[in-house]
């Protein structure tokens, strides 16, 4: 999926994507919210 | 002297009084104990007409904010019965530290006490979070249910037109009324199904929310629809404005793998 929304080059579109080494869907869901509510932009308003 | 050590055992005594009073409470019969409450939050419902659901929303509310004017950023959270807690846990930690401004929290929730709880949460988010019907993914729960112990209950899914809907025309007035929100910042969180759910409206409706964080996602539903909802929506649009993060484990194709093996033989 990020391959391809990469390939469209959007305008407008900020795009970060992550693989957590070592984590399964049943232990990622806390490494997703801490690392992603950090990346979602909130570190330059 | 012994005035003195008299004035100490009374103290002493007040002491063992006031720490057996607050600090040890002795239950009477058939009394439980108090359940822990979640700090700034209230629990708000709100019936659908669209979807034909009664929802039942997690709001978590910033410090001082019956003190102050602000319209804060919301994050709408999905699978809050899963994840709100870990959600409130860790934003309230980053806020406090100032790593991320404060925010209100909504959890989207189907309600019910104990395992009815459980149940509404396994079929609301069946129904609501995958954007076409699976009939293999709906027998495989059926047969879930009946493990259970349970075979009188109605599941369906491919219900995420209908839940966008009830977001943008039910949802969104309904907290913009009665809390302070910018508008302009919205974000939804969703993992797993609820990351589904998430590029779903990503691909049919961006403008909905301004940022997705997504975790997770399922992109393997339906032989990978997502995919192909990302093409059709590239095949007219050169704009795509939003903020997305997306995540997933390295460890996770083996647990996709299994799910879809799961699926299959259902």
């Known amino acids: ?45 | 002297m012994k005035q003195n050590i008299c004035k100490l055992s009374l103290l002493i005594c007040m002491f063992h009084i006031c720490h057996g009073t607050i600090f040890s409470q002795i239950l009477q019969e058939n009394e439980s104990p108090p359940r822990i409450t979640l700090e700034r939050t209230e629990i708000r419902l709100l019936h659908s007409e669209i979807v034909g659901q009664d929802f039942e929303l997690y709001v978590s509310l910033p410090n001082n904010y019956s003190k102050s004017n602000t319209n804060y950023p919301v994050i709408f959270v999905l699978d809050p019965y899963r994840d709100f807690l870990i959600m409130k846990g860790i934003s309230d930690v980053l806020a406090s530290s100032q790593i991320i401004p404060e925010v209100i929290l909504v959890g989207i929730g189907y309600g019910g006490e104990g395992f009815n709880a459980f149940i509404n949460y396994a079929l609301g988010r069946l129904r609501d979070y995958t954007p076409v019907q699976d009939t293999a993914k709906e027998e495989w729960s059926r047969k879930a249910a009946e493990n259970l112990g349970i075979d009188d209950i109605n599941i369906i899914s491919g219900g995420s037109p209908s839940f966008l809907e009830f977001i943008r025309k039910e949802l969104f007035p309904f907290m913009e009324s009665n809390y302070h929100i910018n508008s302009k910042d919205r974000m939804l969180s969703g993992y797993s199904d609820g990351g589904l759910f998430g590029l779903y409206v990503l691909f049919h409706d961006p403008d909905l929310f301004d940022k997705y964080l997504i975790g997770s996602p399922s992109i393997y539903y339906k032989d990978g629809i997502l995919l192909e909802y990302e093409s059709n929506y590239a095949t007219t649009h050169e704009d795509l404005k939003a903020e997305v993060f997306m995540s997933s484990g390295e460890l996770e194709e083996v647990t996709a793998e299994n799910i879809k093996k799961n699926e299959q033989s259902a």
């Open chain 1, 1 to 45: 999926m990020s391959n391809q929304l990469n390939s469209r080059n959007y305008e407008n579109l900020k795009l970060n994507t992550i693989i957590f080494e070592n984590e399964s869907h049943e232990t990622c869901y806390p490494v997703f919210i801490n690392r992603g509510l950090r990346e979602l932009n909130y570190d330059d308003e």
